[in-house]
């Protein structure tokens, strides 16, 4: 008697597998910058929200001592008579970067202060996501 014999037909063939690797990696070069785009300009958006947050506080501090404040730090602490912060609910957060807010008091151009981030880079000028981000 002879044995019958059999072939198992489970699983993917080498073929088949490298098909799916190439359509995957086809979709991700499509779809991945379009990603990464949208991650620098919603950095981007939030350090301009962060700024006007900021503003709000250095405005209702304005309010209270008659004057805006010498560096960001005063609106957490003072010792001053009429300070009714602190201003800020939390430590100044960092722009989206990872670095500090300049803050400038008097202002560019006759503001009262002026706000910035500069950008991804972290250095002064850039362009596109290294750009500085003014707020007066």
Do not use: C
Not at 2 to 12: L, P
Not at 60 to 87: C, F, I, K, V
Not at 96 to 116: E, I, Q, S
Request: glycine share 8%.
């Amino acid at each position: 008697m002879k044995r019958a014999q059999t072939r198992k037909t489970a699983g993917f063939t080498l073929i088949e597998l490298l098909i799916v690797i190439v359509i995957l990696g086809l979709l991700a070069s499509l779809v991945a910058p379009q990603m990464f785009s949208k991650v620098d300009s919603s950095k981007i958006k939030t350090a301009e929200t962060q700024m006007k947050m900021l503003e709000t506080s250095l405005n209702t501090y304005r309010l209270d001592m008659g004057r805006y404040p010498e560096s960001l730090d005063l609106l957490l602490a003072s010792d001053e008579a009429n300070w009714q912060g602190p201003y800020f609910p939390k430590d100044v957060p960092p722009d989206p970067w990872g670095n500090d807010y300049v803050y400038r008091m008097p202002g560019d151009d006759g503001a009262p202060f002026t706000l910035l981030s500069y950008g991804a880079d972290g250095r002064e000028g850039g362009e596109e996501n290294n750009a500085d981000i003014i707020h007066q």
